[in-house]
């Protein structure tokens, strides 16, 4: 049963326009959230999280959205630049179990920017 | 700053035989994974430690084990490898709070 669900395998998007990523979850325990950047041949990499006691959070160009009632986040990237070319994989932990911090991952999304 | 490093980077065993994979972090991490990459199955937990002398189960613990005698390392070891066990394994460590986990560049595993 997949916890955390990225039901786009891939997304296009234009040089300097916005790059919206999807994830939805379903364990209710779940309350921090991260994206992760992967890149062939390297590890993921952090890239912005989000605590379920916001339903925002900004870092430059990148922005999260949380909304907890539909359990859904999404990644917005503006604008988007080549190298924003990567896998992204969202990921959801219950912080509740201190010092546990399993990561619940998606399948990821490959992300291309056409210049 | 080496962050995390997995050793090593490529590895092809055949069926039955044994490995152990490598990984350390010198950021004094308490929290220490181990996760396996599969194609349309995002990264999936293995094994975890929370301090040294400590480990515990994630989702796909079969067919591996591991042990954690210091707090840098966190070695994975395959008994007797399955064809099944072809992945790319990543090692992360973290801290025992809401901070991001780093990862290592992976191990990329391939079982004939």
């Known amino acids: 049963d997949q916890q955390v669900k990225q039901n786009s395998p891939s997304l296009s998007v234009q040089e300097g326009r916005i790059s919206i990523l999807n994830c939805d979850y379903t364990n209710s325990m779940f309350d921090y959230f991260l994206w992760y950047k992967k890149y062939p041949a390297e590890g993921p990499t952090f890239l912005i999280s989000?605590?379920?006691?916001?339903d925002k959070n900004e870092d430059g160009r990148f922005t999260v959205f949380l909304n907890k009632s539909a359990k859904h986040l999404s990644l917005h990237i503006v604008p988007s630049q080549p190298g924003d070319s990567a896998v992204y994989f969202c990921?959801?932990?219950?912080?509740?179990?201190?010092?546990?911090?399993?990561?619940?991952f998606g399948t990821g999304t490959r992300l291309t920017i056409i210049p | 700053n080496a962050g995390v490093t997995q050793t090593p980077k490529f590895q092809v065993l055949k069926t039955g035989q044994s490995m152990t994979l490598q990984c350390a972090q010198d950021?004094?991490?308490?929290?220490m994974s181990w996760y396996r990459q599969d194609p349309g199955m995002g990264l999936r937990l293995i094994h975890y430690?929370?301090?040294?002398?400590?480990?515990d189960q994630g989702e796909v613990p079969n067919g591996y084990n591991v042990s954690r005698s210091t707090t840098e390392d966190f070695p994975l070891r395959l008994l007797s490898a399955a064809p099944s066990q072809t992945s790319v394994y990543f090692c992360?460590?973290?801290?025992?709070?809401?901070?991001?986990?780093?990862f290592g560049d992976g191990t990329r595993l391939s079982i004939l």
């Open positions: 950021m004094n991490h308490e929290y």
């Open positions: 990921a959801a932990k219950a912080s509740s179990n201190f010092g546990n911090e399993k990561l619940t």
């Open positions: 992360a460590s973290g801290t025992r709070s809401n901070q991001p986990q780093h």
């Open positions: 430690s929370v301090g040294a002398g400590i480990t």
């Open positions: 989000i605590s379920s006691i916001k």
